[in-house]
């Protein structure tokens, strides 16, 4: 099981991703589109990992009635997609001092930097979603994801 500090340091890295993609896709699109904003499908942002990390919190599991069992699947799932999510972002040069190294660029190569970022973040969210998404899918009812979808287009 990962330690609360790596999930906490994972989560941190997927939120400034996901961020940083957000308000790229936003600009790069003229505005919003698609559900939930931002032309993301269903289980992308917004939020750390969209509709599959949500369905990793306590309260979203207990508003779309998920039983133990249940809990207990979807809590691997978002362990099992904190983990690749971790990997996925190593792989792709992102490290601990990433965004401490944007500080000391010109503006103009901290623009470069972080559209590269931005579009390396948004190819992993997706790859991510792809795979997981399904996996979700299957955990929950039609019921349960339904809910989780409002919840998540909501966030």
Known sequence: MLSRTRVVSVAIIIAVFVSG???YAQRSRGGRSGP???GMGPG?????GGAVMLAGNPA???EIDLDRDGAEKVGKLTESYMQEAQSEWEKAGFGRDTFSQLGSLTP???AAKQRE???KSGAIMTRLQEKFVPQLKETLS???YERLQQIHWQA
């Open 117 to 119: 970022i931005a579009e």
């Open 60 to 62: 979203v599991q207990k």
């Open 108 to 110: 103009d190569e901290r």
């Open 44 to 48: 992308g942002p917004p939020g750390m």
């Open 142 to 144: 039609p019921s349960q």
């Open 21 to 23: 993609d957000l308000l």
């Open 36 to 38: 939930g904003g931002f």
